[in-house]
């Protein structure tokens, strides 16, 4: 009870899924008033936190406000009709108001998909995809039948056909956001899970409205009323703000789920033509639509093990080109692609991260005397060694040629001095390194720092210590004061 009174969305979704099951047990004189009280509360809580927003998301939560809003006006206007004034309210300027919530919230969702920055081309082509296939079932067992219908007027068909087409363009918008996202916010989930709820709804009313069964208080019902008690809780989510920070990896993928879907989805025209052969006893659809259905199939599985395929050389490249060739250690494309989300992190959490530089003493001596191939054999040698005596947060990478770089995340300039003092006392083949270290100053950049690491590994170098170490002077008092801090902790 504590968290649904501190999270707004969460009383906000208890109320509306109780209300819910109260729209089914209150009097029918009740239920058509319950449905429009329940897009507008939606709408006006939608429109009035989406003030508080930035620009684009501003504009996009305006739009599915402005949706919503729309639905209301329509769920009013039919209890208008149908209860005040006892006339059919189809079709009727209800329609008008019901048939603009969908390029209302089909717009706001594109404003939600380019503010993520979410969209691409494969998302795109892969919503079509879907979207046709729905077309296809919508076509044939919605639309078509509305087409045939010779009792209804010109009109009539017309308004009936609109609906579907905007759940069409609904449904292809909604896709495309599924599609252009690796991870969801749970605001999104809930605003996409209830925009899912009016097309099921919507559906299961075309196939009841050609039937005869629908009347109000039917289950449907609870499908157009959770949109708007989902929608709500979407926007009163903290999450809501969040931009998405990684829409897709740099290597396109194709997840098993996506594959299937796809395939389905391309199996609409197939499956129609077979059912189609099945009802009506036409071979030809039959055998048509069986076999481009096979067909279809084995083309699927050749090119998604072609996908595999090259997705795997793909990631194994994305490896070596982090990779030392000859030492297996990170190289300094990984190195320098790490380190500005170390310092961030150290920055954000106040924690010590140190940088450490090492190299070789007298190593071209060492290959002049032993040979490059020799050179070569120290070189694995002390990274394995190494790499044994640092932590798993720990980062070593060769920066080129003899000389190496290391990250120590939540490690003070002593503890960092510790560190490398392990490292020089594994060095095989009794040969010995230089180290200089630096610990992260307050804003300071990647390449101050590394900067101040190198000056103090030649500072050592040029002491010729027996054990030669050198720690960077802090550029600026920001440095003492943290680890000062630190130390008091």
């Given at each position: 009870?504590?968290?649904?009174?501190?999270?707004?969305?969460?009383?906000w979704?208890v109320?509306g899924?109780?209300?819910?099951?109260?729209y089914?047990?209150v009097?029918?004189?009740f239920?058509?008033?319950m449905?429009?009280?329940f897009?507008?509360?939606?709408?006006?809580?939608v429109?009035?936190v989406?003030?508080?927003?930035g620009?684009?998301?501003?504009?996009?939560?305006?739009?599915?406000?402005a949706?919503l809003?729309?639905?209301?006006?329509?769920?009013?206007?039919?209890?208008?009709?149908?209860?005040?004034?006892d006339?059919?309210p189809?079709?009727?300027?209800?329609?008008?108001?019901?048939l603009?919530?969908?390029?209302l919230?089909?717009?706001?969702?594109?404003v939600?998909?380019?503010?993520?920055r979410?969209?691409?081309?494969?998302?795109?082509?892969?919503a079509?995809?879907?979207s046709?296939?729905?077309?296809?079932?919508?076509w044939v067992?919605?639309?078509?039948?509305?087409?045939?219908?010779e009792?209804?007027?010109?009109?009539?068909?017309?308004v009936?056909?609109?609906y579907p087409v905007?759940?069409l363009?609904?449904?292809?918008?909604?896709v495309?956001?599924?599609?252009?996202?690796?991870?969801?916010?749970?605001?999104?989930t809930l605003?996409?899970v209830?925009?899912?709820?009016t097309?099921?709804?919507?559906a299961?009313?075309?196939?009841t409205?050609?039937?005869?069964?629908?009347?109000?208080?039917?289950?449907?019902?609870?499908?157009?009323l959770?949109t708007s008690?989902?929608?709500?809780?979407?926007?009163?989510?903290p999450?809501?703000?969040?931009r998405?920070?990684?829409?897709h990896?740099?290597?396109?993928t194709?997840p098993?789920?996506?594959l299937?879907?796809l395939?389905?989805?391309?199996?609409?025209?197939?499956?129609v033509?077979?059912?189609?052969?099945?009802?009506d006893?036409?071979?030809?659809?039959?055998?048509?639509g069986?076999c481009?259905g096979v067909?279809?199939?084995?083309?699927?599985?050749r090119?998604?093990?072609l996908?595999?395929?090259?997705q795997a050389?793909?990631?194994?490249?994305?490896?070596?080109s982090?990779?030392?060739?000859?030492?297996?250690?990170p190289?300094r494309?990984?190195?320098?692609r790490q380190i500005?989300?170390?310092?961030a992190?150290?920055?954000?959490?106040?924690?010590?991260?140190s940088?450490?530089?090492?190299?070789?003493?007298?190593?071209k001596?060492?290959?002049d005397?032993?040979?490059h191939?020799?050179g070569?054999?120290?070189?694995?040698?002390?990274?394995?060694?190494w790499?044994s005596q640092?932590?798993?947060?720990?980062?070593?990478?060769?920066?080129g040629?003899d000389?190496?770089?290391?990250?120590l995340?939540?490690?003070?300039?002593?503890s960092?001095?510790r560190?490398m003092n392990r490292?020089?006392?594994v060095?095989?083949f009794?040969?010995?390194?230089s180290?200089g270290?630096?610990c992260?100053?307050?804003?300071?950049?990647?390449?101050d720092?590394l900067?101040r690491?190198?000056?103090?590994l030649y500072?050592s170098k040029?002491?010729?210590?027996?054990?030669?170490?050198?720690?960077?002077?802090?550029p600026?008092?920001?440095?003492?004061?943290?680890?000062?801090v630190t130390?008091?902790?």
């Amino acid at each position: 009870m504590k968290a649904i009174r501190r999270e707004p969305y969460l009383l906000w979704l208890v109320a509306g899924l109780l209300l819910v099951g109260v729209y089914y047990v209150v009097p029918a004189a009740f239920r058509d008033w319950m449905a429009p009280a329940f897009s507008l509360i939606a709408a006006v809580a939608v429109l009035v936190v989406a003030r508080r927003f930035g620009s684009g998301l501003r504009l996009a939560w305006t739009l599915i406000g402005a949706g919503l809003l729309a639905s209301a006006v329509g769920d009013a206007l039919w209890a208008l009709y149908d209860v005040v004034w006892d006339l059919e309210p189809f079709p009727s300027i209800v329609d008008l108001a019901y048939l603009a919530y969908y390029p209302l919230i089909a717009a706001g969702l594109i404003v939600l998909v380019r503010w993520h920055r979410a969209g691409d081309r494969e998302s795109f082509i892969d919503a079509t995809i879907v979207s046709i296939g729905a077309g296809v079932l919508t076509w044939v067992f919605i639309m078509s039948p509305y087409i045939f219908d010779e009792s209804m007027t010109l009109l009539e068909r017309v308004v009936s056909l609109a609906y579907p087409v905007g759940d069409l363009l609904l449904l292809s918008v909604l896709v495309r956001l599924v599609f252009a996202r690796d991870k969801f916010s749970m605001s999104s989930t809930l605003l996409m899970v209830g925009i899912l709820t009016t097309l099921v709804a919507d559906a299961g009313f075309a196939v009841t409205a050609l039937a005869g069964t629908y009347a109000t208080g039917h289950w449907l019902d609870a499908g157009w009323l959770l949109t708007s008690v989902l929608a709500g809780a979407a926007v009163l989510h903290p999450s809501t703000r969040r931009r998405s920070t990684h829409a897709h990896s740099e290597v396109s993928t194709l997840p098993p789920q996506r594959l299937v879907l796809l395939a389905l989805a391309s199996m609409m025209a197939p499956l129609v033509l077979v059912i189609h052969g099945l009802r009506d006893h036409q071979i030809d659809d039959l055998v048509i639509g069986g076999c481009s259905g096979v067909l279809f199939l084995l083309v699927l599985l050749r090119m998604a093990g072609l996908v595999r395929q090259v997705q795997a050389q793909a990631a194994k490249l994305e490896t070596l080109s982090d990779t030392d060739e000859l030492t297996g250690a990170p190289n300094r494309r990984l190195w320098f692609r790490q380190i500005p989300y170390e310092i961030a992190r150290a920055q954000r959490s106040g924690r010590p991260m140190s940088v450490a530089m090492m190299d070789f003493d007298n190593f071209k001596t060492y290959n002049d005397t032993y040979g490059h191939a020799e050179g070569d054999r120290l070189l694995k040698a002390a990274v394995s060694a190494w790499q044994s005596q640092l932590r798993a947060g720990d980062l070593l990478a060769r920066f080129g040629g003899d000389e190496f770089v290391v990250l120590l995340p939540d490690c003070d300039l002593e503890s960092a001095e510790r560190a490398m003092n392990r490292l020089r006392s594994v060095v095989p083949f009794d040969q010995t390194c230089s180290t200089g270290v630096a610990c992260l100053a307050w804003n300071e950049s990647a390449d101050d720092l590394l900067a101040r690491a190198d000056e103090a590994l030649y500072t050592s170098k040029d002491a010729r210590q027996k054990a030669p170490m050198a720690s960077a002077a802090s550029p600026n008092p920001a440095t003492k004061i943290r680890r000062s801090v630190t130390a008091s902790k």
